[in-house]
T-cell receptor, first 113, second 114 residues
Framework: EDQVTQSPEALRLQEGESSSLNCSYT??????LFWYRQDPGKGPEFLFT???AGEEKEKERLKATLTKKESFLHITAPKPEDSATYLC??????????????FGQGTRLTINP | NAGVTQTPKFQVLKTGQSMTLQCAQD?????MSWYRQDPGMGLRLIHY???????DQGEVPNGYNVSRSTTEDFPLRLLSAAPSQTSVYFC?????????????FGAGSRLTVL
């Protein structure tokens, strides 16, 4: 059974204090690993897709990396507007016919000014 | 471009009542899905559809019905609401049924069952 575990559940940082969020996953075969950002009262918004171990993607202060068992979302010099819940999800390569994503429970990130 | 539109945004029901959560997308996406989000549990797939006239069950389908008569609309019906169905519901769509395509989510519908 596919599983995704995110840690920590919550993280509070000072503005400018860099850190990383972890996403550990178990999947039969990985079609893709996704990172989404979710603001309070809103739906998740897409950030990145990673497909294979060693891949990295960047967007502003965020960089996502992937290994065979984990993904990290690195946040460099964060600002208060980066405060949100970050969700990780995996799509199984062997699931036929639809895009079932298995989500982690999320990491709630708070950046204090 | 509106994307994925969900209505209502908030709803309170009594146990045993029925209701329909509406979802519409204007991106001509083939794939549509419903998730529920509960504290500490992440998003869980309820039902999904790979095209008009085709639906299937996800991880937590009990107590919910769906239909897909058009490409644009994918309503979620609660047949007899229970307190365990108190949750935030998200509709999502993507262009294709295969590949690692990105999901576009609606803003959510918060349902409370008393």
């Amino acid at each position: 059974e596919d599983q995704v575990t995110q840690s920590p559940e919550a993280l509070r940082l000072q503005e400018g204090e860099s850190s990383s969020l972890n996403c550990s996953y178990t999947v039969s075969g990985l079609r893709g690993l996704f990172w989404y950002r979710q603001d309070p009262g809103k739906g998740p918004e897409f950030l990145f897709t990673l497909y294979s171990a060693g891949e990295e993607k960047e967007k502003e202060r965020l960089k996502a990396t992937l290994t065979k068992k984990e993904s990290f979302l690195h946040i460099t010099a964060p600002k208060p507007e980066d405060s949100a819940t970050y969700l990780c999800a995996v799509q199984d390569l062997y699931f036929q016919g639809a895009q079932k994503l298995v989500f982690g429970q999320g990491t709630r990130l708070t950046i204090n000014p | 471009n509106a994307g994925v539109t969900q209505t209502p945004k908030f709803q309170v029901l009594k146990t045993g009542q029925s209701m329909t959560l509406q979802c519409a997308q204007d991106m001509n996406h083939e794939y549509m899905s419903w998730y529920r989000q509960d504290p500490g549990m992440g998003l869980r797939l309820i039902h999904y559809s790979v095209g008009a006239g085709i639906t299937d069950q996800g991880e937590v389908p009990n107590g919910y019905n769906v239909s897909r008569s058009t490409t644009e609309d994918f309503p979620l019906r609660l047949l007899s609401a229970a307190p365990s169905q108190t949750s935030v519901y998200f509709c999502a769509s993507s262009p294709d049924r295969g590949g690692a395509n990105v999901l576009t989510f609606g803003a959510g519908s918060r349902l409370t069952v008393l």
